[in-house]
């Protein structure tokens, strides 16, 4: 499964108005919800929310990828938000998040969870994180997932 199929270019938002992380969270999941009208926003929310209770999904260098168990999908959705003013998100390095990768999955897809998750992380550490930052349109957005493996 690509990056590009779990986040559709209808899920991408280039412009996150979001100040806190919890409304960045409802934020990305009315993208995903625009894609999936089907899934319940309640309980993603919930999902992302409980996981974040745990431990903070703050990467550092100005990213964050938000996940959750969410009994609604097939496999995996998900969402990208960047915010150009930054939100405060209680992430290790202390920095405002600008990039936000929110990833829904459901149980079946647990060990492919990790396999996307390490991908996201290491897009995020690549120079295509900077460039999704930069990006103008999500189809920009939607071709730099399509080329990193």
Do not use: C
């Amino acid at each position: 499964m690509s990056l590009s199929d779990i986040f559709a270019i209808q899920s991408i938002k280039l412009n996150l108005e979001s100040a806190t992380k919890e409304d960045a969270f409802m934020e990305l999941i009315e993208a995903i919800a625009a894609v999936h009208p089907e899934f319940n926003r309640d309980e993603m929310f919930t999902a992302v929310n409980e996981r974040e209770h745990k431990m903070t999904t703050g990467i550092g260098s100005g990213a964050a990828v938000p996940h959750g168990y969410y009994r609604g999908t097939g496999d995996m959705a998900g969402a990208i938000g960047i915010s150009q003013t930054g939100i405060d998100y209680d992430a290790p390095d202390h920095k405002p998040v600008h990039l936000v990768f929110l990833l829904l999955m459901s149980q079946s897809a647990q060990e492919d969870h990790l396999h996307i998750l390490n991908r996201i992380f290491r897009l995020l550490t690549s120079e295509a994180g900077s460039l999704i930052r930069a990006a103008k349109t999500t189809w920009e957005v939607q071709d730099i997932l399509s080329r990193f493996h």
